[in-house]
Nanobody, 124 residues
Framework: QVQLVESGGGLVQPGGSLRLSCAAS????????MGWYRQAPGKERELVAT?????????ADSVKGRFTITISRDNAKNMVYLQMNSLKPEDTAFYYC????????????????WGQGTQVTVSS
């Protein structure tokens, strides 16, 4: 079983910054992709960004081109981060961490796990 714990959310003014962190723990042999998703009130959960264990990143069209949102990871610590600068009110949402993990060297089966989420509110 894998646990993902997010941290770093909070209330920030428009134009402000936040750095979200997500720590993965549990039965983990390796982690493939990790990512961040968000869900705003009344909307479906949507992709923000993903990153492979090799560091290849993918950003949703809604945030692509905003050079103020960056996903990164620390493979040694099983952590993924989301640095968000110049935040806008439309970035207000619950942010969820996601990871595709392989539990053991004896299997190629992978599992998708989700964290409980962290609230990000951008408001003056």
């Amino acid at each position: 079983q894998v646990q993902l714990v997010e941290s770093g959310g909070g209330l920030v003014q428009p134009g402000g910054s936040l750095r979200l962190s997500c720590a993965a723990s549990g039965t983990i042999f390796s982690i493939n992709a990790m990512g961040w998703y968000r869900q705003a009130p009344g909307k479906e959960r949507e992709l923000v960004a993903t990153i492979t264990n090799g560091g290849k990143t993918n950003y949703a069209d809604s945030v692509k081109g905003r050079f103020t949102i960056t996903i990164s990871r620390d493979n040694a610590k099983n952590m993924v981060y989301l640095q968000m600068n110049s935040l806008k009110p439309e970035d207000t949402a619950f942010y969820y961490c996601n990871a595709e993990t392989r539990p053991s060297s004896w299997t190629v089966t992978t599992f998708i796990s989700w964290g409980q989420g962290t609230q990000v509110t951008v408001s003056s």
